[in-house]
């Protein structure tokens, strides 16, 4: 009678630890998923090619267990890269390459990364990004209910147009220049003068086309897929705002798998995330010769020029870093 009691207390025993999960059979190691995955931009696309990279790895990682379907052009939501982040934040798809001025429309602080002037250049930032700041955003990121799976790269915003070659704040006066619908962008551009406005990017061309606006600013990979040099004549080269992109995974789905699968998965988006990065890289120097090849007009203004735009944007962050939080601001301007 011992012995069976003794038996019947370690079954309930057992029973009710894998009922808290404190037990993980091999059904729950063995499991598989089909994982959704958006982008914004187009097949042709170093964001596209760095998240397929990412599925295959993780695929093979897995014997096919674990598949991830790559969606480009935002086509799960119809391609509004807002609502695109929405979605990830929900649940509705499970992974994603998305800029943080799209998720700054629903965490403010992530403004932070897309300030004026924040960088020199791509060595500044990826100091900042590989470091403590990229470390502070990865926290936010998950106060938000996303798992940071690293960050791959857009690259630096450049300003184009077809009124005059833009070298100093004057330059900038009264053109009216397409800005993303962002309020620090909107504040930013009136403060340096120019007219800005917002519009769907697919609307862009033909809106430089027939001269409804004078310009745009985006990195030179979108400004070369999207044929802007038929369209406008100048680029000015002055790194005004950098733009990472954050590859995240909702923190919800991501903490109900395995803590093996966990480990490929982030395995998987750290190499895919440093193949992303050494593509457009590579990429965006091909692209400048081409454009420079089509009639472009490059400008590139001397460090003293910028600093004219550094002051001018000042006010930005005087406006914002209680908005930022002066903490996390400092963490990326010291």
């Not at 790269?153 to 004057?170: A, D, H, L, Y």
Request: aromatic share 10%.
């Amino acid at each position: 009678m011992k012995k069976l009691v003794i038996c019947f207390v370690s079954a309930i025993i057992s029973v009710g630890l894998a009922g808290c999960g404190t037990v993980v059979d091999g059904s729950a190691k063995e499991k598989s998923y089909n994982l959704k995955m958006s982008v914004t931009v187009s097949e042709s696309s170093t964001w596209y090619k760095g998240a397929m990279h990412f599925a295959k790895e993780v695929e093979e990682k897995t014997n096919g267990r674990i598949k991830t379907k790559v969606y480009a052009n935002e086509q799960l939501s119809a391609g509004d890269s807002a609502k695109g982040v929405e979605m990830l934040l929900k649940g509705s798809t499970d992974l994603s390459y998305h800029s943080p001025i799209i998720y700054s429309v629903f965490e403010k602080r992530l403004g932070v990364i897309s300030a004026p002037f924040l960088f020199k250049n791509l060595e500044e930032a990826d100091k900042k990004m590989k470091g403590e700041g990229g470390e502070a955003l990865k926290k936010i990121l998950l106060e938000n209910g996303i798992e940071p799976l690293g960050f791959g790269e857009s690259g630096f915003r450049q300003v184009t147009n077809n009124v005059r070659p833009i070298k100093n704040p004057e330059d900038i006066e009264n053109l009216k220049i397409r800005i993303p619908g962002i309020k620090m962008f909107s504040d930013l551009w009136r403060e340096l003068g120019a007219d800005p406005t917002t519009m769907a990017f697919s609307e862009v061309f033909t809106a430089l086309q027939q001269g409804t606006i004078d310009g745009q600013e985006n990195p030179i990979d979108v400004i070369k897929s999207s044929k802007l040099e038929e369209v406008q004549k100048y680029i000015s080269m002055w790194n005004y705002s950098y733009d990472p992109l954050i590859f995240g995974m909702n923190k919800e789905k991501f903490d109900s798998m395995h803590p093996d699968d966990q480990k490929i998965i982030k395995k998987a988006a750290e190499n895919a995330n440093k193949y992303q990065i050494k593509l457009a890289r590579e990429q965006e120097q091909r692209q400048i010769e081409e454009l420079k090849a089509a009639g472009m007009e490059f400008v590139y203004p001397t460090d003293a020029e910028i600093e004219l735009f550094r002051k001018a944007s000042e006010k930005i962050y005087e406006e914002y870093e209680s908005i930022w939080g002066s903490d996390l601001l400092e963490t990326f301007r010291k």
